[in-house]
């Protein structure tokens, strides 16, 4: 199974900062990565798809980048309601497998 | 508007068993996969199982493998979650998931609101 890690597990950051989570594979997935944010009791939403491409409706200030291995999240000026828990997920190969969440919180 | 309504969910003792279901709408049903995705509390995401359009292929997690089986019906918009043999460690909120194109699977754009499965005894 591929394993996805992400890093940090948690993070605190004053609202306008920018924030960065990373997710690493353990095998090269290609572009098949995709970014999901959680709400307490909620279902996932979906944010960020192979890698780059921004689901509709979701504000620009969210991003993602990388290839391979290695990928990064990005929030360019962190707001009051993206307090969640992120996740990544790889699709390149079944088990489909999720990054163990990035909790955001605000300082 | 696309709709993911799971049902099923509950208390069970260990060894028990359990059908979960998802009644979907405002989409083409049997043009996508379908997906079930679980969370224990506290916890992460895991992926649990897929099915193809057409239902002649499924795919799982191997801790469920030989105990979960997913179907689905495609003439009711449905698809279930038949979960046998439940150990305490399969206790998670189940949540029933489209993919985004209707080719793939591994998109998750669309999800219910969960189902809470309680393995206890």
């Known amino acids: 199974d591929i394993q996805m890690t992400q890093s940090p597990s948690s993070l605190s950051a004053s609202v306008g900062d920018r924030v960065t989570i990373t997710c690493q594979a353990t095998h090269h997935i290609s572009n098949y990565l995709n970014w999901y944010q959680q709400k307490p009791r909620k279902a996932p939403k979906l944010l960020i798809y192979?890698?780059?491409n921004l689901e509709t409706g979701v504000p620009s200030r969210f991003s993602g980048s990388g290839s391979g291995t290695h990928f990064t999240f990005t929030i360019t000026s962190l707001q009051p309601e993206d307090i969640a828990t992120y996740y990544c997920?790889?699709?390149?190969?079944?088990?489909?497998?999720f990054g163990q969440g990035t909790k955001v919180e605000i300082k | 508007e696309v709709q993911l309504v799971e049902s099923g969910g509950g208390l069970v003792q260990p060894g028990g068993s359990l059908r979960l279901s998802c009644a979907a709408s405002?989409?083409?049903?049997?043009?996508?996969?379908m997906n079930w995705v679980r969370q224990a509390p506290g916890k992460g995401l895991e992926w649990v199982a897929n099915i193809k359009q057409d239902g002649s292929e499924q795919y799982y997690v191997d801790s469920v493998k030989g105990r979960f089986t997913i179907a689905r019906d495609n003439a009711k918009s449905a698809l279930h979650l038949q979960m046998n043999s439940l150990r305490t460690e399969d206790t998670a909120v189940y949540y029933c998931?489209?993919?985004?194109?209707?080719?793939?699977?591994?998109?998750?754009?669309?999800w219910g609101q969960g189902t809470l499965v309680t393995v206890s005894s």
């Open positions: 192979d890698v780059s």
């Open positions: 405002g989409f083409t049903f049997e043009s996508y996969w």
């Open positions: 997920q790889q699709y390149d190969d079944l088990p489909y497998t």
């Open positions: 998931a489209r993919s985004l194109f209707n080719y793939g699977s591994g998109i998750f754009r669309y």
